[in-house]
């Protein structure tokens, strides 16, 4: 077996993978796909590894929420900010089905899985 990066010229290999459906948002300045092959050279695993803008910790305080001033102030701040670091979308996390709704109204996508923070050391 062989571990290496994926180039981008290779990307279409990933057709049939759990990365097919987030390949639309794959790009080579922000990502690197890394895969194993067998001998024949079959992608046995894969794992993309993508530079993302996370937003973390949104708070509106509970005599300001559900009139939505300072939710919209905050999504457009956020879409400025986030264009303005070159990135296509933001990565956010619901507590609340209140929340839930509000990203989905701004076409935000659930995904699968629960996503966790993992230390690569120094």
Do not use: N
């Amino acid at each position: 077996m062989t571990a290496r990066e994926l180039p981008p010229a290779e990307w279409s290999r990933l057709a049939g993978t759990p990365l097919a459906r987030v390949a639309d948002s794959l790009r080579p300045d922000c990502c690197r796909v890394l895969v194993v092959e067998d001998a024949g050279g079959r992608i046995v695993g894969q794992w993309a590894l993508i530079m993302v803008v996370h937003g973390e910790g949104v708070w509106i305080d509970p005599a300001h929420q559900k009139r939505g001033a300072v939710a919209r102030k905050l999504w457009t701040l956020a879409g400025d900010v986030v264009r303005s670091l070159r990135a296509s979308h933001l990565f956010t996390a619901a507590e609340s089905s209140d929340v839930a709704a509000l990203i989905e109204r701004h076409q935000g996508v659930k995904l699968p899985g629960a996503h966790y923070m993992l230390p690569v050391g120094e």
